[in-house]
Every structure is written in C-alpha cells, then in structure tokens.
Nanobody, 118 residues
Framework: QVQVVESGGGLVQAGGSLRLSCAASGSIVNFNVMGWYRQAPGKQRDWVADIMSGGTTTYAASVKGRFTISRDNAKNTVSLQMNSLKPEDTAVYYC????????????WGQGTQVTVSS
C-alpha cells in the first residue's frame, strides 16, 4: 500500500513564505506525476501544481509566479515552495501521486493546513 505524507504547513502572515514537502513510500521516480491540490473551507478541492517524472511542471493561474514545485529523487520528496502568500491561499494542501499500474492509480495524503493571516 502506497503512503503519501505531507508536512510543512502552518500559520504565516500575508506576504510570507512556506515550504511544503510530500513523501511517498517507495521511490517517487516510480510515479508518473506528483502534484499538489488545495481545499478551502466550504469549497471544492482545486489543483495547484504538477510535476511529471521527467521534470515538467505546470501551475494553476492563481499561483503561477508565486509557487514552485520541485522534486528530489534522492530524498524521495516533492516540495511546494510558496512565496508572496495571500489570505486566499488559506486551505488544506494535499499531495497526490499518480502512476500506471495496469490502470491509472492515484494516492493521496491526509493534507496539511496552511493559514495565511491578513
């Protein structure tokens, strides 16, 4: 069973920075894509950023230029560096790992809370 664990959330003032990390059991190189999503209270879960196994990254328009997703294969972690945080970035952030296992499978972490105060 694959386990995905996020860490690094917390409380920060607007304009500040936080770095989230995601660790997946086994080697992250075995996953075709790893990504971050977020869910604010009362809202649907939204996609934030993806990084493919080859290193290609994509971002939601709302975070492009402020957030950076990266992967460290040696440490088996994927990180999300969040700069210039805004109160509207407040949400529970989830990490997702996806890969083909005969069929497409996705594994989610439990989430980490990010709160940005104004």
């Amino acid at each position: 069973q694959v386990q995905v664990v996020e860490s690094g959330g917390g409380l920060v003032q607007a304009g500040g920075s936080l770095r989230l990390s995601c660790a997946a059991s086994g080697s992250i190189v075995n996953f075709n894509v790893m990504g971050w999503y977020r869910q604010a209270p009362g809202k649907q879960r939204d996609w934030v950023a993806d990084i493919m196994s080859g290193g290609t990254t994509t971002y939601a328009a709302s975070v492009k230029g402020r957030f950076t997703i990266s992967r460290d294969n040696a440490k088996n972690t994927v990180s999300l560096q969040m700069n210039s945080l805004k109160p509207e970035d407040t949400a529970v952030y989830y990490c997702k790992a996806g890969r083909f296992e005969g069929t497409w499978r996705e594994y989610w972490g439990q989430g980490t809370q990010v709160t940005v105060s104004s």
